[in-house]
Every structure is written in C-alpha cells, then in structure tokens.
C-alpha cells in the first residue's frame, strides 16, 4: 500500500509520546505479537533549527513531521503501529510494529513499503516542515530492522537492538543521499554547466 500524496500533517496534532513512558505497551506488544518492524526517521539535522531559532521553533518542527510520519504508518498499517520520539537527547521518530509469527512478506514489502512512504511524503512535504526557519527542507534518512523475539533475552534489551539496527541504517542512508548530492553538483559544476545570470 502506498502513502497518499495529500498527507498533509495536521499542525494541531499533538506532540509523540517518548518511547521511555510507552515501554511497557512496546514491550506488551512485544510478548503478545514476537516479530517487531522498527522504521525510524533520523532527524538528526533538524538540530541545526535550534540553532538559529531556538528550541520552540525545532520542538514545532519536530512535531509536525511526527505527525507526517505517523499519518503515513496509520494509513499503511492502522492501529498496529506505535509511533514515538526516540530516545532523550535524540532528533528521531520510531515507529513500532508487531506481527505474530514469522513472516517474511512483513520484512520484505511491508517495512519497505513504509520507508519508501514516509520517504514519498518527506520529498512532497518535507520544505513545510521546516518553513519559515529553512528554505530548503533537510536529508532525513529513513531506515528500518526487524526482528524475532528471543524468549531467553529480555524483550526491552531486543527493542532497543532493532531501533538501534533500524538508526543505523537510517543515518548510512542520511550519508549516502548527501554524498550522491555532493557528487552530482560536483559531476555538473566540473562539467561547466553552470552559468552566471545577472
């Protein structure tokens, strides 16, 4: 299922949770349901709002793209997914989802397909969120993992192992878009197709 292409995030909406407070219903879920997806969003460079305009202005931006991302895995998997802030000291969102059993068309499409969402919506939403602090909207990469539940490990320490595994991949993915970047304004810039317009 893809992201609708008119999610717009409702700026009334209120802040996420932190994943600290919601815990017990993620580990709950956990023991209920033994195969967790973890999506997150490393929002890292919001940071840089902060900044230049303070911590209200990076506090509303960060809560508007909770609600963008959260919009997004509501619409993909409905009430199964549990969307939070991530840890403290961290500029992230997580998004939590539980399947029971082992199936491998929930790693292989559906975590995917929630990526390739919330990546959709980021590039056709992505320069609101920072508006008016930023003219251009930041790379923000998305990554996910998945796991099955060990009965002999504690579940909150395999939690914290997937959301770990899924900001990996989220932050590889974050320097691989800005290096591609960096390497096609440099393809064009060597080429000599820039021109100066006066």
Do not use: W
């Amino acid at each position: 299922m893809e992201a609708s292409d008119d999610l717009r995030p409702d700026l009334r909406s209120a802040p996420l949770p932190a994943l600290g407070p919601v815990l017990a219903q993620v580990v709950a879920a956990f023991e209920a349901k033994p195969l967790l997806g973890a999506v997150l969003v490393d929002a890292g460079p919001i940071g840089r709002i902060e900044d230049s305009h303070g911590h209200a202005a990076r506090s509303s931006v960060l809560q508007q793209l909770g609600a963008l991302v959260s919009g997004v895995a509501k619409q993909m998997f409905g009430d199964d997914a549990i969307v939070v802030t991530g840890e403290t000291g961290r500029l992230e969102i997580v998004v939590l989802t539980f399947r029971e059993g082992r199936d491998g068309r929930f790693y292989r499409d559906d975590l995917p397909n929630l990526v390739r969402g919330i990546d959709h919506a980021l590039e056709k939403r992505g320069h609101r969120l920072v508006y008016p602090y930023a003219k251009k909207a930041p790379v923000l990469g998305v990554g996910f993992a998945a796991l099955v539940r060990n009965p002999f490990l504690g579940a909150d320490t395999q939690i914290r192992a997937a959301i770990e595994d899924a900001r990996e991949d989220a932050q590889l993915k974050r320097k691989t878009i800005v290096r591609e970047q960096r390497h096609a304004f440099l393809s064009v810039l060597l080429a000599g197709r820039v021109s100066s317009v006066y």
